[in-house]
Each structure stands twice: as structure tokens, then as C-alpha cells.
């Protein structure tokens, strides 16, 4: 039996019990005592963080501050200059950045839905653009708000357009509006499918002014853009089809052994009425001369025949050797054909007999024709002179040119080009300044356009039976005067087709960038000029006394008497 140690204290129960209690209490006053100064020492580091982020936001609402102060002041100032201590947010642009960045959103994102005006944001992004470290973000954001406002001026427009009937300007304004301008952007699209639904007639004659440029890819992105905003559709889909069937034509080309037929005529009879009343000038016109009406169908019974405007450039194909006739290739099935239009001048010796006064250019770069009429109207038009006829008729049938093709004007210059009194020493009191002005913009138009340029001599004399020196000045003064109005040319028009050639006149002309020399003759024909320098070429005339005269040799083009006006006198009575 184990014996209890002598030091061990033996307590009764009562006793046990009071002492547990007694060291329990004790242990929960640790406790507490504990766990207060745990809370006081948390609560004391709260407090520092809590001090701290004060300190800090304290610093930060200054920029803050002065990012809002900026907003406020200059939203209705135009001109709003900013302080020395605003811009000082310069230097300290990494701790005002994120300030600026939100209120310019936020700005923005007021503008897109029509909370704010443009010339508020614009006067706000113009005052925050004094700080150079701004200038990206101000940059961006203006970008994004000039689109969305140039759309919004598009869609302002749009109705009036819709209006009066050009579907496919209203259309075009419609899709201008930004997918950013939530104000507008779920109407502009309802409305646009609605036009186009309306309108598709206009749409594929604007697919057509590109075709007959040969702006394969300018037709493709017009009606890509319908495809993208609008969906695509039957009739959008097959507005594709046909800008890739037109290529596939276009590019799939077979070469062309046969004669190539140069026709050619003068400017029009714009007014038959009034040159068939007009004695002094009627034998001239007749002769020389067609109608509106007989050139347009001309035109149709060319087109019937799958003939092709083709650039007259395309026979010159210049070597290290010399010039050679260049090889032509045209889409299966068609037979090119080149045109041209001589003493594109509008004389002022005839004036009011018949033909049109000039050439202008209208607001949408398009050529047309004005004439100041007997009783002070001004008559604008498009429908009385080969090349708005032309222009117009190629948009309705883009494969009657090939690749843009139009014609070539063949041009004078003793009494200026397209009307306008050009030359050195102008027979009227006018602005030289000025005529050259609008001259250069008809040329600009017309080259735009796929029309081409040529020398018709500068005083329109028979040249076969000039000297040598005559026709080296002649040809000097038009390089002086014309060339620079209408550009280099290598096509020289003898006036009347009296032709030199070869010899030293031939030469020279050779020599001043002329390499493809044109006649006039019955046959087509072309062949390399006797001297080697260049290439020959006749020309068939469109006139009134071919018409009168010629209906045997002009029936595998046209019938003459067909395509005759009823204006035009059966009988010569003067």
C-alpha cells in the first residue's frame, strides 16, 4: 500500500470546492483583462488606418477638386483658359489622371444620350486639352464624339432627304448615325431598312455609278456597309451578285483583231429650235453637227450592238523602239469602240445660234451645260451635250464602258476650252484669272469622270497646208495655253483631217509628246505613219450631212433615218 506524502494537503470536498471556484474567477478577470486590451489595441490600429486614409483621400480630393472646378467653369465657356494652379495638374497627372478620365466618361456618356449638348463637350474637351498629359485622352474622346455628332447632323437630314424622294441619300444618312449615339442609333437603323425597302431602284443606280468608273471596290463597300447595318436580303444579295458578275466581265477578256471604229462629232445641237431659225449659223450646225435626240439614239442602237467606249490610249503602246499599236482586249462578246468630240471651244462667234453657252461642274462634281437664254433665264442642264448624255448614259448601262471609258475631247485654243475665254489675248473683257479657274475645274471634273484630252491644233487651221514654222508655233502656243489647263495629251486631231504625215512638222510634234495622230475617213483604220513616229488613226464623223448622205455606210452602226430628228429639216432650204 502506497503511502501519501508527507507535504500533500488533503481537503474535503467543501473545501475542494471553494478553492476551484475561487482560481475559476481569477482565470475569467485574466480573460477579460486579456481580451479589453486586444480590443484597445485593435481599435487603436483602426483609428490609424482610418487617420491615414483620411490623410490620403484628403490629398486626392484636392485634384478631384480641381478636375470638377475645370468641368463646371468651362461647360458654358467657349474660349474657358485654364489657371496656374489647374494646370498644374500637368505635374501631378499620375493622381488626377483617373479623375479626368471619369468625368470625361461620364460627360460622354451623357452626350450619346442627348443630355449634353456637342458644343458643351466640345467646349469642356477644349479646356482639358491645355493639359498636355490629357492630350490622348481628349483626343479619343472627341473622336468618338464628332462621329457620333456627324451622324447626328446626317440624321437630322435624313427626313428632308426622304422627302423629296432621294432614297439613297436618305439612306446614306440613316447608316451615318454611330452605333455609339444611343439616342438615335435603333431609329436611324428602323428607318434605313424602311428606305431601302423603298428606295432600291436609287441603290442600284449607285452601284452603277461605281461600275461605270470601274470602282469595283467603291461598289463593294457601299453595299457591304447595307449588308452590315442592314442585314443581308435578296435584293442586297443580289446587288452583290451583279458588282461580281460585273468584274468577272470586265477582267475575262478575249483580244480584238478587227478594226477598231473611231467616231467622232461635234458639240451638239442643243437647241434645234433655235439654230433652224437662225440663218447664219444653220448650214454650219446642220452639217457639222447632231441632236440630242439623234446622239442619244446613237447611242441605244451602238448598245444594241454590243459595242464599248474604250480609252483611245490604249492604242499607243510606247517601247524602247518607238510607238507601236497597242493590243486590245475587251470582254467577250463586245466590240470596242473609241469616241471623240471636236473644238469642245463654245466659239463666241456662235453664241446664241443653237449650241449651249459652257461647261460647269454642280455641287456634286458632275459636268453639265449652261446657257444664258435670249429672254435673261439661265438654263442648266444635263440632257443637251455629249458629255452629260454620255455620263448619265453609262450609269444606266455600266457595260457600255470598258473600265471607266468615256470619250476624248479634242481641243482648240484660240478662243479658250469648255466656254471660257483661256487664251493669252481673250477677243472679250473678262477675269483671265477667273476663266482659267473654272476651266480647270471642268477639266478636273471631266478627267474624274474617265474622259480624255487632245490637241486639235491651236487655231484650227488646215495644217496640211501650213509651212513648218506655222505649225511648230501653232502647236507651241497651244502647249502654252491649253496643256495647262487640260493636262499632257499624246493624241493630236487634225482640224478638218487635213494630216501631215511625216517631215520635219510631223516630227516636231512627235518629239512634244504627241504619238497618236487621227483623220477622218469613212473606213475605220489604223497603222503605224510612214515616218515611223507614231500611230494613224481615222475618224468617222456623227454629223448632218452623214446623215443626210451616208445611211448605206453607217447602216451596220445605225439606221440614219432611225435615229433622225424631227426637228431637223428633211429638205435644205437655205
Known amino acids: 500500500m502506497?503511502?501519501?506524502?508527507?507535504?500533500?494537503?488533503?481537503?474535503?470536498?467543501?473545501e475542494a470546492r471553494r478553492i476551484y471556484s475561487s482560481s475559476k474567477k481569477k482565470d475569467k478577470k485574466l480573460i477579460i483583462t486579456l481580451s479589453a486590451i486586444c480590443v484597445l489595441l485593435l481599435a487603436t490600429l483602426v483609428l490609424c488606418i482610418c487617420g491615414f486614409s483620411a490623410v490620403l483621400k484628403g490629398r486626392h480630393s484636392v485634384y478631384t477638386a480641381t478636375v470638377k472646378g475645370i468641368y463646371s467653369r468651362s461647360i458654358e465657356q467657349p474660349q474657358y483658359r485654364l489657371s496656374k494652379a489647374e494646370l498644374k495638374l500637368d505635374e501631378k497627372w499620375e493622381k488626377a489622371e483617373k479623375d479626368v478620365d471619369a468625368i470625361l466618361d461620364r460627360m460622354y456618356q451623357s452626350y450619346r444620350k442627348g443630355k449634353t449638348e456637342y458644343s458643351s463637350v466640345i467646349n469642356v474637351l477644349n479646356a482639358f486639352s491645355q493639359i498636355s498629359a490629357a492630350a490622348d485622352t481628349v483626343g479619343e474622346v472627341r473622336s468618338e464624339v464628332d462621329s457620333i455628332e456627324q451622324g447626328r447632323i446626317a440624321y437630322a437630314q435624313a427626313k428632308d432627304l426622304r422627302i423629296a424622294g432621294d432614297m439613297v441619300g436618305a439612306l446614306t444618312a440613316y447608316l451615318a448615325v454611330s452605333e455609339e449615339d444611343t439616342l438615335n442609333y435603333k431609329t436611324a437603323m428602323k428607318k434605313a431598312k424602311e428606305v431601302e425597302a423603298e428606295g432600291r431602284e436609287g441603290i442600284s443606280y449607285k452601284v452603277n455609278t461605281y461600275l461605270c468608273k470601274f470602282d469595283i471596290e467603291g461598289a463593294r463597300s457601299f453595299v457591304?456597309?447595307?449588308?452590315?447595318?442592314?442585314?443581308?436580303?435578296?435584293?442586297?444579295?443580289?446587288?452583290?451578285?451583279?458588282?461580281?458578275?460585273?468584274?468577272?466581265?470586265?477582267?475575262?477578256?478575249?483580244?480584238?483583231?478587227?478594226?477598231v471604229e473611231h467616231l467622232f462629232t461635234h458639240c451638239l445641237i442643243a437647241f434645234p429650235e433655235l439654230c433652224y431659225s437662225s440663218p447664219s449659223m444653220t448650214a454650219s450646225l446642220d452639217e457639222d453637227c447632231v441632236t440630242p435626240l439623234e446622239f442619244t439614239r446613237i447611242l441605244d442602237a451602238l448598245y444594241e450592238k454590243d459595242y464599248i467606249l474604250i480609252d483611245i490610249n490604249m492604242l499607243i503602246n510606247e517601247t524602247d523602239d518607238g510607238v507601236e499599236i497597242g493590243e486590245i482586249k475587251v470582254p467577250r462578246g463586245k466590240t470596242p469602240f473609241v469616241f471623240s468630240?471636236?473644238?469642245?471651244?463654245?466659239?463666241?462667234?456662235?453664241?446664241?445660234?443653237?449650241?449651249?453657252?459652257?461647261?460647269?461642274?454642280?455641287?456634286?462634281?458632275?459636268?453639265?451645260?449652261?446657257?444664258?437664254?435670249?429672254?435673261?433665264?439661265?438654263?442648266?442642264?444635263?440632257?443637251?451635250?455629249?458629255?452629260?448624255?454620255?455620263?448619265?448614259?453609262?450609269?444606266q448601262h455600266p457595260d457600255f464602258t470598258f473600265r471607266g471609258a468615256r470619250g476624248t475631247l479634242c481641243h482648240t485654243g484660240f478662243d479658250g476650252v469648255f466656254g471660257y475665254r483661256t487664251q493669252n489675248e481673250p477677243k472679250e473683257d473678262v477675269d483671265p484669272a477667273y476663266e482659267k479657274e473654272q476651266a480647270l475645274l471642268v477639266a478636273e471634273a471631266l478627267r474624274n469622270e474617265g474622259w480624255t484630252f487632245a490637241s486639235h491644233s491651236?487655231?484650227?487651221?488646215?495644217?496640211?497646208?501650213?509651212?513648218?514654222?506655222?505649225?511648230?508655233?501653232?502647236?507651241?502656243?497651244?502647249?502654252?495655253?491649253?496643256?495647262?489647263?487640260?493636262?499632257?495629251?499624246?493624241?493630236?486631231?487634225?482640224?478638218?483631217?487635213?494630216?501631215?504625215?511625216?517631215?520635219?512638222?510631223?516630227?516636231?510634234?512627235?518629239?512634244?509628246?504627241?504619238?497618236?495622230?487621227?483623220?477622218?475617213?469613212?473606213?475605220?483604220?489604223?497603222?503605224?505613219?510612214?515616218?515611223?513616229?507614231?500611230?494613224?488613226?481615222?475618224?468617222?464623223?456623227?454629223?448632218?450631212?452623214?446623215?443626210?448622205?451616208r445611211r448605206d455606210k453607217y447602216m451596220y452602226l445605225f439606221d440614219t433615218e432611225e435615229v433622225w430628228d424631227p426637228l431637223r429639216p428633211k429638205e435644205i432650204t437655205w
Not at 230 to 257: C, H, M, P, W
Open 2 to 14: 502506497n503511502k501519501i506524502p508527507d507535504n500533500r494537503i488533503l481537503y474535503d470536498a467543501e
Open 224 to 259: 457591304n456597309n447595307l449588308s452590315e447595318k442592314l442585314g443581308d436580303n435578296e435584293f442586297i444579295k443580289s446587288e452583290k451578285d451583279r458588282i461580281e458578275a460585273y468584274y468577272t466581265e470586265q477582267t475575262d477578256l478575249v483580244t480584238f483583231n478587227g478594226p
Open 341 to 395: 468630240v471636236d473644238d469642245v471651244t463654245y466659239d463666241s462667234r456662235k453664241m446664241h445660234t443653237g449650241m449651249v453657252d459652257k461647261l460647269i461642274v454642280d455641287e456634286n462634281g458632275r459636268v453639265c451645260t449652261y446657257t444664258l437664254q435670249a429672254d435673261g433665264t439661265e438654263l442648266i442642264s444635263y440632257e443637251n451635250e455629249c458629255f452629260p448624255i454620255i455620263d448619265e448614259y453609262v450609269r
Open 458 to 549: 491651236y487655231g484650227h487651221a488646215q495644217m496640211g497646208d501650213c509651212t513648218v514654222d506655222f505649225v511648230k508655233e501653232d502647236t507651241d502656243k497651244w502647249l502654252a495655253e491649253v496643256t495647262p489647263i487640260i493636262g499632257d495629251t499624246k493624241i493630236m486631231v487634225w482640224p478638218y483631217g487635213n494630216s501631215i504625215r511625216s517631215g520635219e512638222a510631223h516630227k516636231y510634234l512627235y518629239d512634244h509628246g504627241f504619238k497618236l495622230f487621227c483623220g477622218v475617213g469613212i473606213k475605220p483604220f489604223v497603222a503605224k505613219e510612214p515616218d515611223g513616229l507614231g500611230i494613224f488613226m481615222d475618224r468617222k464623223a456623227l454629223d448632218g450631212y452623214s446623215l443626210r448622205n
